[in-house]
């Protein structure tokens, strides 16, 4: 079966600092990735996707960017954290356009 | 703009006390349907894909179905472990990844 992990499962980080979020998908081969981030009150939201490796297709322009440099890694970074960045970031996966799995999410807090 | 709305945004019920949930949508195709359910500090959970009105899927005590502008997860006989926020999610025609999600049901069991 397949499994989805990430981590960190929470962060604090201070405003300006750097980020690596991890997520890697197990038990299936060329899935497509998923970033989301969940805001207080607010629905899932689209960050990036992406369907092969070093194919990065971005929904909204930010602070952030995402990476895939192995079939079932990928990776959500910032040079420069700010404050609107803090949420919580879900990695989601899928086979072709079915329906999507998601991980159990990182806490984020930009202080 | 397409635009996804969960009704109630909270729900309170009494163990056994069946009610629905609601899931409307403005779309120009929709290609999907999606039910999640979300547990405090977790990702969401699969439930159901719904693709064409008139469809209905079971799982327990939930069966959601879906008509051509909305969809309703309905709870029959609730237990306090349906407690959960619910999450409805479409896709849209032309859009082979982005799922656009509501805000979610939060709803309560009391025992």
């Known amino acids: 079966s397949q499994t989805i992990h990430q981590w960190p499962a929470t962060l604090v980080q201070p405003v300006g600092s750097p980020l690596s979020l991890e997520c890697t998908v197990e038990?299936?081969?060329?899935?497509?990735l998923y970033w989301y981030r969940q805001a207080a009150g607010r629905g899932l939201q689209l960050l990036f996707y992406s369907v092969g490796i070093g194919q990065i297709s971005s929904e909204v322009p930010q602070n952030l960017s995402a990476s895939r440099p192995q079939d079932r890694q990928f990776i959500l970074s910032s040079k420069k954290l700010l404050l609107s960045d803090s949420g919580f970031y879900l990695c989601?996966?899928?086979?072709?356009?079915?329906?999507?799995?998601f991980g159990p999410g990182t806490r984020l807090t930009v202080l | 703009e397409d635009q996804v709305t969960q009704s109630p945004e909270a729900l309170r019920l009494q163990e056994g006390e069946s009610s629905s949930l609601n899931c409307s949508y403005t779309?120009?195709?929709?290609?999907?349907l999606f039910w999640y359910r979300q547990d405090p500090g977790k990702g969401p959970e699969f439930l159901f894909t719904l693709y064409s009105a008139g469809e209905e899927k079971e799982k327990e005590r939930l069966k959601a179905t879906l008509t051509k502008k909305e969809s309703f997860l309905h709870i029959t006989a609730p237990k306090p472990e349906d407690s959960a926020t619910y999450l409805c999610?479409?896709?849209?025609?032309?859009?082979?990844?982005?799922?656009?999600f509501g805000k979610g049901t939060l709803l309560t069991v009391n025992p």
């Open positions: 779309v120009s195709g929709l290609r999907g």
């Open positions: 999610a479409v896709k849209l025609r032309g859009s082979n990844y982005k799922l656009t």
């Open positions: 989601a996966w899928n086979s072709g356009t079915s329906e999507q799995f």
């Open positions: 038990g299936t081969s060329n899935p497509n």
